[in-house]
């Protein structure tokens, strides 16, 4: 009796025109707290640096070989993680990034001198770096098109809301415990929650669609997800077929994305470059103007919670008008802001306030375009190709970070009009490389 015909099932029109159940809602946010920790993580170093400055009798410019080294982690660990969440799963690659980057925070705590924090900088930016393109890909995996912008800002979003909260933890442990203990903290919780994320963050569909003798697993989990599929459903991912023959770099560097992969290279690279002038050297520069800790702090976790709304508010311009508009929107006016900080007399006590609602403002409009290009570059990319995609792109950020992470002291150095002068030109750069890019994701004004 011959065996009825396999059902074969297309992945991409099921997820991508699919409804947002309730389900893949908490995965994305299942991935988005880890990015809560590595938020915290990546900017725990620019709350120290001033403490540690003293413990060690170090000056600021010893601290740029330490930062560069941390990035350059970022941007190994971004490319090998990009690689490893195409090859191997976005799910096991974020766990074993969560575990690398929380166990090396732990270790920092007991470091005792530069050359231990430089090695143990490294490991905690590998961690860092990779886990932030497995989240994106995972959360944009699990989302239909439309909502493809929110739930990919959903995770995003995290990485200032890790910076707010660290920002807020720093101000009250650094001057009565001090950094080890802020490090110690920092490290144990992302160790404890990779244990809840091995036991219940699943993998990502399209992933799962890529490989047959996964079929049974990706039926399961499309199940869990509302859809009805039945058992030896064969699948599909229509899409993503005519790239299967190319390797991901060939893809990302092809003729089709070539002038999309390099508008966004450079849009990473000078928006990395202001971001991690803020992240490694705000609280310095504040520092050294003459505000103590906990006000250098504050400065640096308003920058953060300015970029919670901004982010939230660019999810919802994108989710409606498309990206275009609004990332290049949010380019000028991030350099605007920037330029206009300048104007406040940063010795002036009665100015602080001011200047650290001004950071807060240039926080919103930074964050927005730098969540906004992941989501970007989440849609640029087809499926075998996405984390390493988005990976690449980070990585080239990471390359601006390190450099920020030289020009940083110097400029602090010259004085804070200059850093100010900085930050409005990185932006204005990140704007002119967004003009490039001709691969936008549309609006969906109805839902």
């Known amino acids: ?91 096991v690659t974020l ?14 705590a007991v470091c005792r001198n530069l050359t231990e924090l430089t090695i143990l900088r490294f490991l905690t930016g ?11 890909a995972l959360a944009a995996e699990f989302a239909p098109l439309r909502r493809r912008p929110v739930a990919v800002t959903l995770t995003m979003i995290c990485v200032p809301l890790g910076g707010m909260g660290g920002g807020l933890l720093a101000a009250r442990i650094l001057p009565t415990f001090g950094w080890r203990t802020l490090y110690a903290v920092g490290g144990g919780a992302p160790v404890l929650f990779a244990l809840i994320l091995w036991w219940t963050l699943p993998e990502s569909p399209r992933f799962l669609a890529r490989h047959p003798r996964r079929w049974p697993d990706l039926t399961r989990l499309l199940r869990r997800m509302g859809h009805a599929v039945e058992d030896g459903t064969a699948f599909e991912d229509r899409v993503e077929q005519r790239a299967e023959s ?18 966004l290279w450079i849009a990473f690279f000078a928006c990395m470059h202001g971001i991690y002038l803020v992240f490694g050297w705000l609280p310095a520069m504040l520092s050294a103007q003459g505000m103590g800790l906990a006000a250098s702090s504050s ?40 330029f206009a900080i300048q104007f406040a007399p940063l010795r002036s006590a ?85 003009l490039l890019v001709s691969t936008h994701f549309p609006g969906h004004r109805r839902q």
């Open 1 to 91: 009796m011959a065996q009825a015909p396999r059902t074969t099932l297309d992945v991409s029109a099921l997820l991508d025109h699919g409804s947002w159940s309730s389900y893949p809602r908490a995965i994305t946010l299942l991935a988005a707290l880890a990015v809560i920790f590595d938020g915290f993580d990546i900017q725990i170093l620019g709350f120290a640096i001033p403490s540690i400055l003293r413990e060690w009798n170090l000056t600021r410019g010893d601290f740029a070989p330490v930062l560069a080294i941390g990035l350059a982690g970022m941007t190994l660990g971004s490319v090998l993680a990009g690689y490893c969440g195409d090859r191997f799963g976005r799910r």
């Open 95 to 108: 766990i074993a990034c969560v575990l690398l980057f929380g166990g090396a925070t732990i270790a920092t």
């Open 126 to 136: 590998m961690g860092a770096g990779g886990a932030l393109p497995n989240v994106g």
């Open 246 to 263: 190319q390797t991901a770099l060939k893809i990302i560097l092809g003729r089709e994305h070539l002038r999309d992969t390099a508008g």
């Open 299 to 338: 400065g640096l976790a308003a920058y953060n919670f300015g970029g919670v709304f901004g982010i939230l508010l660019w999810a919802a311009a994108a989710t409606f008008f498309g990206s275009r508009a609004p990332l290049l929107a949010a380019a000028l006016a991030a350099a605007g802001s920037a």
């Open 350 to 434: 009665e100015s602080q306030p001011l200047l650290i609602a001004g950071f807060g403002l240039h926080g919103l409009f930074v964050n927005a375009l730098q969540t906004t290009m992941y989501v970007l570059a989440a849609h640029v990319y087809p499926t075998k190709t996405r984390a390493s995609g988005v990976a690449f792109a980070a990585a080239v950020g990471r390359v601006g970070a390190m450099v920020s992470s030289f020009t940083g002291a110097a400029i602090i150095q010259s004085g804070g009009s200059n850093y100010l002068r900085v930050l409005a030109i990185s932006m204005f750069c990140a704007f002119l490389g967004l």
